[in-house]
């Protein structure tokens, strides 16, 4: 769970950098992002309970007409609407000749089969049977025992975020050829966030980190935001991971105090060179309590498009990380 916000403090809204110190003039961040730390906190995230949920896409994706497929663990899945608006979740493989059930439309809340027309209405048929799914009205997840093979638990973790009717959230959808560790492992190094994308980071210090042995695995970074030139947003934000492939970023100090950004990493499976693929679900829920954010509310439509591209730019160098560190770790050459 992300921590409580405290209040905004003396923070600006906006701030002028004093200097602008060249990329390769910054504080190295090397020797305080210590390999035992990040391998300490990312161990714990791994042995918390997911209750074998998994995202598997944003809520606002799902559509009247047609199903959410993915693969999960080497697994099918589709999700769809029922006839009375609830969540339909089930194997994406056809029970009669093995049909993608990804490809099928939705009729009147019923999945209608395009080879042979076996329809589906949620309720166990013809060898087919539901798996149980939550929308928690920004992200869909499925719950795979199988996949999973942990003690079950009647819904996910899901982050405190904002209420839906002070935010604004946007979903960006990635994947990368790593396992979701790889993934996580990037999250829990807030270190390396100025040195790896400079074009929206600059003054990045981790002020506080988790203590060898400490179960409260908070790291805690001051960082800015870049706008223009010198101008910079300062905040205060906290890295926590709820479960084995939940990464929540929180921001507690400075502009937008309480809006989150949530990372979750869900296997698919391997590649056509065997390589192992994962999808990495970024939601991002903004708030403010400035007066102003009521326009920018208004205007959610039109942000969520720049707010994916500002995340898709990121994961970007982050995937390019996280499959770096797969590669080594399969090759039984990772430092760390």
Known sequence: MSPEPSARGA????SLRRRNVPWHRQRPTWRDAKPGVIAGALKRAQARPSGNWYVVGASATLRGDRPLARTVAGREVVVWR??????????????????????????????????????????????????????????????????????????????????????????????????????????????????FHPYSFVDLTVVGSPGEGDADDRFTVDVSFKVAGRLVVPVRAVFTAPGPRTVVMCITEGEGVGSVVETHATPLGPDERGRPRTAVTEAVVATSDRPGFAFVRRAAPLLRPVMRTAAGRLWRDDLAYAERRWQLRSAGRFPG
Do not use: I, Q
């Not at 923070?11 to 906006?14: E, G």
């Open 11 to 14: 923070r600006p809204l906006l």
């Open 82 to 195: 029922g006839a009375d608006g609830g969540l339909v979740a089930g194997p994406g493989v056809c029970p009669h000749l093995g049909a993608p059930l990804a490809d099928s439309p939705v009729r009147c809340g019923t999945l209608v089969c395009r080879w042979h027309g076996l329809a589906l209405d949620g309720a166990p048929f013809a060898g087919w049977g539901p798996l149980p799914a939550f929308d928690d009205g920004v992200l869909v997840w499925v719950r795979l025992d199988e996949a999973g093979g942990e003690e079950p638990s009647d819904a996910p973790v899901v982050p405190v975020r904002p209420a839906g009717a002070r935010g604004v959230s946007a979903v960006y959808e990635g994947t990368g050829a790593c396992e979701p560790e790889d993934v996580v492992a990037n999250r829990l190094d807030p270190w390396h966030g100025a040195w």
